[in-house]
């Protein structure tokens, strides 16, 4: 009995120190720069994978072939996309290199459109979770280390309860004709192709 | 022997139990945590890209039941749409090395350091995407997850390009500053406000209703505008935008000094919009001592008349 005892509490101090020791490991991964407005922002270490996580619409979703924000795009990226940090040293953006099966590519991406997690839409299998935030945030990791929030906004179910007011339902049409159109009225060019432009014809940007 | 086997794992059952409890209370809280939160309609501190823009999707949707949006069916409301947003666009670019800080955005809004680090984290899951409201009422929205609308008459308002570029930089800077959610924190302790929209919308509890009466609360907190005290960190890094996208910074007060004379000229609701922003003549002099104090210059090249007259010929094109 007195070995049961003395495995169960190792087990608990380790189950607390591991906690204790992964969270330590959390906030030393996203070490900040100790410098001006430097010190809010999240870096990576080269050779780390991150994960993208903003929509393939999203206009940032691309790679870029200089650390500018109008340079010329490269690749597409989309939601969730697996990359590795090549190049952490600049302020806004990091050069990165897409992995997995696609052909492999390197680019420079804006930094805030990257997390240290990829986002799932549903849950899997879970083995673990940690909060992430605040109180009322949870992260789920997965085996693969995928994460998603527990209960949150993220996925578009909750959107699909809510048209469960016949209000909400002709209302969010509404915003679903004005995305539909937008898209339309955009065109599929690259949209940071579409900015440069904007700028240059408006003398707004050098040549 | 034997026992001694049977023992030890016996024991090694009842340590792994042991550990299995612990994680699986831990786990079973966390869950029972998040959903007790979404019951309740709070919003979680630190939110996703994703997150923002569904939420905001939801806020749109009560904006465009108070203000239908143009209908995006031919020429001339394409090219409209297509402009604004091509505006909108270049400055999110232009201007990612704009201060985030609330520090040096003039200390007018307080953040711990999580927040100010959520602020300068802050990616729109699809870009800025701009709408157009369907009313001659000077009106602009911005929701989380980067919507913007703009009424007609916020636009007609405007006589040049930089001027509408000076009303886009404010707006988009509640958006990319965290304003509505903070403001949102703050004024209604995170949770659902009953409302006649709400109850009328949305019956019941639990949280499918709740996400839905939280776009509603929003979006009523959206129409009443933002505190005075994130207007003028507005003004400020909307004019810091604008210098940084090449155009003229004194465009913000000169926009500003429209809605004086708007204000001046129409009896302004109190329920409406405009009558819970601060003061025009002190936001029109703190944003007149920030450009002589940080010394902002106009781009000379983007102020030659020939590229004055370029983007004024097709802000003329689009809207007048």
Known sequence: ?207 | MKTNTLNLWFTRFLALAAVCTLVGCSLFNKVVESISAIEKAQLVDKYEPSEQYYLGRGVSAVILDRYPPIEIKNAQTERQVAYLNDMAGYIERASQSVTRSALRLGDHTERDHDQQQQVYDLALYKGVQVGILDTEDVAAHGTPGGFLWLSYGAIKMCESEDELAAVVAHEMSHIILDHGMANYRIAYKSEVRNSTLSDTWFSGSGAVSNFGRLCVTYAEDAFNGYNPEQEFESDNWGTRALTASGYDPNAMVAVLKRVEAYEKAHDVDPKDYLAHHPPITERIKTVQELIKSEGFKVNPASQKPEAVKARNDRFTAAFK
């Open chain 1, 1 to 207: 009995m007195y070995r049961l005892l003395l495995l169960t509490a190792a087990s608990a101090v380790c189950l607390l120190t591991g906690c204790a020791g992964s969270r330590g490991a959390y906030e030393c991964e996203h070490r900040v720069k100790q410098s001006g407005s430097a010190h809010y922002r999240t870096y990576w270490e080269d050779g780390e994978t991150v994960y993208v996580r903003i929509s393939g619409e999203a206009p940032a979703a691309v790679l870029l072939d200089e650390p500018a924000p109008f340079a010329d795009p490269v690749g597409a990226l989309y939601f969730g996309q697996r990359l590795e940090v090549l190049d952490d040293s600049t302020t806004n953006y990091v050069l990165v290199s897409t992995t997995g099966i696609d052909e492999p590519a390197s680019g420079w991406v804006w930094r805030p459109a990257l997390q240290r997690f990829r986002l799932m839409a549903s849950a899997g299998q879970t083995d673990r979770l940690e909060t992430h935030g605040g109180e009322h945030a949870a992260t789920i990791l997965n085996e693969d280390g995928a994460t998603f929030r527990a209960v949150s906004f993220t996925n578009p179910e909750r959107e699909a309860y809510a048209e469960r007011s016949e209000n909400m339902r002709s209302a969010l049409k509404r915003v679903d004709e004005f995305e539909t159109g937008l898209a339309h009225a955009m065109g599929t060019r690259w949209r940071v192709e579409r900015y440069r432009e904007f700028g240059k014809a408006g003398g707004l940007l050098d040549e």
